[in-house]
């Protein structure tokens, strides 16, 4: 009865996957309670989730024993269709990192996809592959997903444009510049030597508007020029310098695999030492003890109806993703911000209470002072000792702290709002993250 039942289900999911596109995107392995089990990407959905169902396929021989398991509590796959393989990519990625499906060994660590930063806030501005912009105030493209192509295709452009990547502090009214013997690149007419004072800071910043008007352009003039290059390196039999040619070509169509800065965070690259704003935290809440464990709250209305709220932990001012969870509200029906938010910290806190979980060093909402009070109100209900409770509200960035009569707004530059902000924001794109994984792992149904 039991291989009977097996094979209704395996034929059920076959069904399921003949139903799925043709193009790019990710598919979801889910049990029965509708726990991701794995996260996969595919230039195909349909053939290659379809190949972990073929009939007579050895599964065990081809993929290993750990993908036997996994098909063995498989009772559903579903997918996202994405625009591009780059997409399923980077999707791929963040997904992994947010919900760490069992089944998936890769991508669960802190390695992050690189970027290509120009410096455009320094005099003579670089251009560098990082994976840790150092300021969010410059030009940024990415993330690239794969560095490999990155490298070479910066290569080529230096050909191009001649912009410099070293290290170089360079400054206009260094008078010592003219006496600075430039290195090898200048010699070979891949840079313009700034630092040589080889060439005017017009005329440098010049040719790194044309690099960023190129990187944002569809580069069609450029690669008509190749083009043009290649067939008369052709013409005259030069099968060589036609290769190079059609490899350069090829390079500069992997800049566009790559996704935006803002539509595919990356928020762990982003992240400033948080030992300084830990410090003024405690001082301005006025803590015996030092603030160890933020907890952030969010509250997201879903595919404009279903309602989740999400939790973010932060251990000394750093995200642990172990920590995070999701809860689908249960009890509010409609949208109210408030109830939800009551919810969801009840919900949460009922276990720290019992001793199974530890206490947080502050709990902090996001939004204003009416959902400070709602959270205030939720722990009175519970009969339980009042943590270190704030809020902060989004556009004005305004502080509430439970006890303060005043609220607070702290610089732009202010360590401690940037702290605050990362936890508010870190939250609220876990909750927003993809609506149809409600069900998901961290859905928290205790």
Request: aromatic letters at 8%; one cysteine or more; glycine letters at 6%.
């Amino acid at each position: 009865m039991a291989k009977r039942v097996s094979h209704d289900r395996i034929e059920q999911i076959r069904r399921q996957v003949r139903s799925f596109p043709t193009g790019p995107g990710l598919y979801f392995m889910k049990d029965a309670d509708e726990k991701v089990l794995y996260i996969g990407k595919a230039k195909n959905l349909r053939s290659r989730a379809g190949s972990y169902f073929q009939p007579g396929v050895n599964l065990a021989e081809n993929r290993g024993p750990w993908i036997v398991e996994m098909i063995a509590k498989t009772a559903a796959v579903e997918y996202i269709q994405t625009g591009s393989e780059v997409d399923a990519i980077l999707q791929e990625a963040r997904l992994i990192k947010d919900i760490h499906p069992p089944y998936n060994s890769d991508l669960k660590d802190a390695k992050t996809f690189p970027y290509l930063e120009i410096t455009t806030r320094q005099e003579f501005p670089a251009a560098y592959i990082t994976r840790n912009p150092q300021d969010s105030r410059n030009t940024l493209f990415g993330p690239f997903t794969n560095v490999g192509d990155l490298r070479a295709v910066i290569v080529v452009l230096q050909k191009i444009y001649r912009f410099r990547t070293c290290t170089l502090d360079i400054r206009g009214d260094d008078k010592k510049r003219r006496f600075f013997r430039p290195c090898i690149l200048y010699n070979i007419r891949q840079c313009t030597a700034p630092c040589a004072d080889q060439v005017s800071m017009k005329a440098y910043r010049a040719q790194i508007k044309d690099l960023i008007r190129f990187l944002r352009s569809k580069r069609s003039t450029v690669v008509k020029d190749i083009k043009r290059k290649m067939e008369e390196a052709s013409g005259r039999l030069d099968f060589e310098a036609a290769a190079m040619y059609r490899d350069r070509i090829r390079l500069i169509e992997t800049i566009d695999k790559r996704g935006a800065v803002d539509r595919d965070v990356q928020p762990e690259v982003f992240a400033a030492d948080p030992s300084e704003a830990l410090v003024k935290l405690q001082a301005l809440l006025e803590s015996d003890q030092p603030i160890r464990i933020i907890e952030g709250f969010d509250i997201a209305h879903l595919a404009g109806a279903e309602m989740v709220g999400s939790m973010v932990q932060f251990i000394d001012g750093r995200p642990f993703k172990d920590g995070y969870r999701r809860y689908k509200i249960k009890s509010v029906k409609g949208i109210d911000d408030y109830a939800c938010l009551q919810e969801i910290v009840t919900r949460r806190y009922k276990h720290a209470l019992a001793g199974q979980e530890l206490w947080p060093d502050l709990v902090l909402i996001d939004g204003g002072i009416g959902q400070l009070h709602a959270v205030e109100e939720a722990f009175g209900r519970m009969d339980a000792p009042l943590p270190r409770l704030a809020s902060i509200a989004k556009k004005e960035e305004i502080v509430f702290i439970h006890g303060r009569k005043n609220s607070l707004k702290l610089p732009a530059h202010s360590p401690v709002r940037k702290l605050l902000q990362y936890v508010r924001d870190e939250a609220h794109r876990f909750a927003q993250h993809y609506h149809h994984l409600l069900r998901s792992k961290r859905i928290a149904d205790r």
